[in-house]
């Protein structure tokens, strides 16, 4: 299996920054998809941003859209979300996500744990 760790995330205020970082284990991390999807309590998990194994092709979200980035490095096994401009409303758990396509339905077959994100305004 890949084993998914994230990073990064904590607390800031609404105009900040972050970056999260997710640690994957496997010698086959650079031959999948890899996503980043966010839930808040209640709330609808949704996709926010996925980078395939090149990092030749990109998918953001309109929620996010230019203030976010995707992006990974295969030789370090990582994959990484830089937020600017955060707002309230992305609060949220955030978690990394790996397969060899990435969807919010079906869901993708590799998680990791989460690291939440509060941004107060």
């Known amino acids: 299996q890949v084993q998914l760790v994230e990073s990064g995330g904590g607390l800031v205020q609404a105009g900040g920054s972050l970056r999260l970082s997710c640690a994957a284990s496997g010698r086959t991390f650079s031959r999948y998809t890899m996503g980043w999807f966010r839930q808040a309590p209640g709330k609808e998990r949704e996709l926010l941003a996925a980078?395939?194994?090149?990092?030749?092709?990109?998918y953001y979200a309109s929620s996010i859209k230019g203030r976010f980035t995707i992006s990974r490095d295969n030789a370090k096994n990582a994959v990484y979300l830089q937020m600017n401009s955060l707002r309230p409303g992305d609060t949220a758990v955030y978690y990394c996500a790996a397969d060899y396509s990435i969807a919010a339905m079906p869901p993708p077959v590799y998680w990791g744990q989460g690291t939440q994100v509060t941004v107060s305004s």
């Open positions: 980078i395939t194994w090149s990092g030749g092709s990109t």
